[in-house]
């Protein structure tokens, strides 16, 4: 440890020193913290009473607005009622009846749900899942994962091996094996400030077909993939780019994941991102909107032949050797229904995609101000590249985010960029806000 390390731990708000926080820059963050304590609709509210403009939706989660009142309701009935029950062996009415939802909402095909309670944790399952059924109808040999760059899985093993942030992986040494990865898709010298789904780049799916030559089909599992990669700076698919993997997965026995944890329950003004490009994988995870962020929660949704060729042996073969002990949790299940309650009653995804071409409006007006390199945009997800400082990665992204907290709105660094994904109930005048006050933080970048 260096001293410099020290010093700067000592330098720690009080109160501050034993929450080790998750991809945060501790020493940083300590030094000069920043707390929401209440939270209502659009806006957090700190410990001293200011009201800062959520743009970010939490982190891409609460797509229905924050303490929407039928869905704490929900919750708290729920914990009087049923506070836990165990889901291996057991089971539970409300993991059933959200599992039907969850199936009404997905595209056709796709007819089973496995609870997780996290992104990370749904990836992780989907790749085992893939992994179990190719072994169980004779295809053992098939264990190879394909990712791509630039892609977030989340966390776990599994979501790191096939995810393609560098950073994420290095400290990590050697992760699973048997795993490669597509090429991102983004392109700024052929895609810069274009809109929507940029017409540059479909042909870059045919790399899965270098890497089934490279490996050989009998060796490769599942492709996992974000719709739009999210995460990593809001990267949008070429037009017609999801279409051809699904038709080289479907050529060589491959199943197909999206990883929709951002992309699911209205982000891009659909059920899901399958449902806005007109792709059905095999499975698809999720995570997030689901339970609008108030209680951890995610899933799998499956298709029926995937799960249907696990379903073998004796009836008390257990199927699947898999779970978590707080899969299908009653209070996450009681969070769930009350929120797609919501998004239907509300009318959220069709009020998102009406407001998404406003809000597309609204951010590419900032092409033009110093250092914005990229504007990328779909649905309620949009992204700002910053060209990079020499020497100092990430500063002006920083900086940007400071300058909008102190504003009042809070945004999302990615990289040498910021990303915004609004709850779902954003409106113009919030709209407004939010690019006003990134013209001025812009504009007052070194
Ligand atoms: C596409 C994607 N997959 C997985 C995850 C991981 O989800 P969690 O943080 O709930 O584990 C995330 C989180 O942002 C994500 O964006």
């Known amino acids: 440890m260096t001293p410099s390390t020290n010093d700067d731990t000592a330098c720690a708000a009080e109160g501050t020193r034993a929450y080790w926080m998750p991809f945060t820059s501790n020493r940083r963050f300590k030094r000069d913290p920043i707390l929401f304590d209440r939270a209502e609709g659009m806006h957090y509210f700190t410990p001293s009473g200011e009201k800062v403009l959520d743009a970010m939706a939490g982190l891409w989660c609460v797509n229905a607005g924050h303490a929407h009142p039928h869905i704490t309701q929900a919750i708290a009935k729920q914990a009087g009622e049923l506070d836990y029950a165990p889901s291996f062996q057991y089971g539970h009415p409300r993991a059933f009846e959200l599992a039907e939802r969850l199936v009404a909402l997905a595209p056709q095909g796709i007819e089973q749900v496995f609870f997780t309670n996290s992104g990370s944790e749904a990836v992780d399952t989907a790749l085992k899942v893939a992994l179990a059924y190719h072994h169980a109808r004779g295809q053992a040999g098939r264990t190879r994962l394909i990712g791509r760059e630039r892609g977030y899985h989340g966390v776990g093993f599994g979501g790191v091996s096939v995810g393609g942030h560098a950073g994420h992986r290095k400290p990590f040494g050697n992760l699973l094996a048997s795993v490669d990865h597509l090429p991102h898709t983004y392109n700024r010298a052929q895609t810069a400030f274009m809109r929507g789904e940029p017409i540059w780049g479909a042909h870059l799916a045919d790399d899965l077909v270098r890497l089934v030559q490279l490996h050989d089909a009998s060796t490769i599992a599942a492709v996992i993939i974000e719709p739009v990669a999210g995460s990593t700076g809001v990267l949008i698919p070429p037009a017609g780019y999801l279409r051809r993997l699904r038709e080289i997965c479907d050529e060589y026995g491959i199943l197909l994941i999206f990883d929709e944890v951002i992309t699911g329950f209205g982000r891009l003004g659909r059920a899901f991102g399958s449902d806005y490009f007109g792709v059905v994988p095999d499975m698809i995870t999720c995570a997030k909107g689901l339970t609008n962020g108030c209680v951890p929660m ?126 779902l109930v954003i409106a113009q005048q919030h709209i407004d806000q939010i690019v006003t006050t990134l013209r001025h933080a812009i504009a007052g970048l070194d």
């Open 298 to 423: 995610g899933a799998v949704l499956v298709r029926d032949s995937v799960h249907d060729a696990l379903m073998q042996g004796p009836l008390s073969t257990i199927e699947l050797p898999h779970g978590y002990t707080y899969s299908g949790h009653p209070l996450a299940c009681a969070a769930g229904l009350a929120t797609l309650d919501v998004y239907a009653q509300e009318g959220l995804f069709g009020r998102a995609a009406a407001i998404a071409p406003a809000f597309a409006d609204a951010v590419h007006s900032l092409q033009g101000l110093p250092h914005v390199a990229d504007i990328r945009c779909i649905g309620l997800m949009a992204a700002i590249d910053f060209e990079p400082v020499a020497g100092k990665p990430g500063a002006r992204s920083y900086a940007c985010h400071r300058a909008c907290l102190d504003a009042g709105v809070a945004i999302r660094m990615a990289g040498d960029g910021i990303v915004l994904s609004p709850p």
